[in-house]
């Protein structure tokens, strides 16, 4: 244990027990292992029952991490354990899991976008909220859509006007990254070269290319004539140059960094914890 977290333990418990210990001993503790079990097994359809659980798992951990420190002198320091990156920390360790033995990426994104979730669900209880019987997530009107359009009678015209609404709303799961962005924005980091557009369309373009070999394979296996619409002798060779890159050193040197490092709240580079 490094000598700024020996401060941080002492500073916790006035009696030298570690942080680790006083973690482990939330009784929260119990339902998030369990839930964060469940979605280490996890499909891309079950995604949506796993997360509004894991969420109020996560919220139930902080409160109770909250309630532990009513007696003790709190610090920045202590409160960074409950932090968004620290408490996805939290989760992995509970299940044992480790990004350099294995990457599981859908595992990464449930657990990531839980505690988002699960933060804005303590910061802002009137404006989030999560119904763990229908797995449903609710935003609050006016902080979903600031702004909303309304026809002028008698006219085709219509104008935005400013949201009043403080109704929950139910939303798809991919809403709480964008919420969550907006509750707490940081500095962006901006490319300046050329190739600005295709850094920018990237994490598009592999869904697209994902989605379209896959159909690709369909039409093949199926001896499907719509196969010859989608492929020639260019993207043949653009395929091959895509291969070899897969099972190149370079492809492991670009996985290796993607699986040791991530960013901060303010878009810097940080080391993951377990490296």
Same mark, same amino acid.
């Given at each position: ?50 997360l509004p659980k ?77 119904? =763990? ?84 394979? =369909? ?10 619409d989608m492929i ?44």
């Amino acid at each position: 244990m490094s000598k700024k977290n020996k401060t941080m333990s002492e500073e916790i418990t006035n009696e030298g027990v570690s942080i680790s210990h006083f973690q482990e001993n939330i009784k929260a503790n119990d339902n998030l292992k369990e839930i964060l079990k469940l979605a280490l097994k996890q499909t891309s359809t079950t995604t949506r029952e796993v997360l509004p659980k894991l969420s109020n798992a996560v919220v139930s951990y902080i409160k109770e991490f909250k309630d532990n420190l009513k007696n003790q002198t709190v610090t920045d320091e202590m409160m960074n354990y409950i932090s968004r990156s620290e408490l996805a920390k939290h989760c992995y360790g509970l299940v044992g899991y480790n990004r350099k033995d294995e990457v599981n990426d859908l595992f990464e994104k449930v657990v990531s976008r839980a505690v988002r979730l699960a933060v804005m669900l303590v910061d802002y209880p009137s404006e989030f909220a999560v119904d =763990e019987k229908t797995n449903e997530v609710f935003v609050m009107s006016k902080v979903l859509e600031p702004k909303i359009e309304v026809k002028i009678k008698g006219s085709k015209i219509t104008k935005k006007i400013n949201n009043k609404d403080e109704s929950l709303e139910p939303v798809s799961t991919y809403v709480v990254d964008k919420m969550y962005k907006a509750k707490y924005p940081t500095g962006t980091r901006s490319t300046k070269t050329k190739d600005d557009k295709a850094v920018t369309n990237f994490k598009n373009v592999t869904n697209d290319f994902l989605k379209g070999f896959k159909k690709l394979i =369909e039409y093949s296996s199926k001896q499907n004539v719509k196969f010859f619409d989608m492929i020639d002798e260019p993207t043949f060779e653009n395929l091959e140059e895509i291969k070899e890159f897969l099972n190149s050193e370079d492809y492991q040197a670009v996985r290796t960094f993607s699986v040791e490092y991530t960013t901060d709240y303010n878009g810097k580079l940080e080391r993951v914890a377990n490296q």
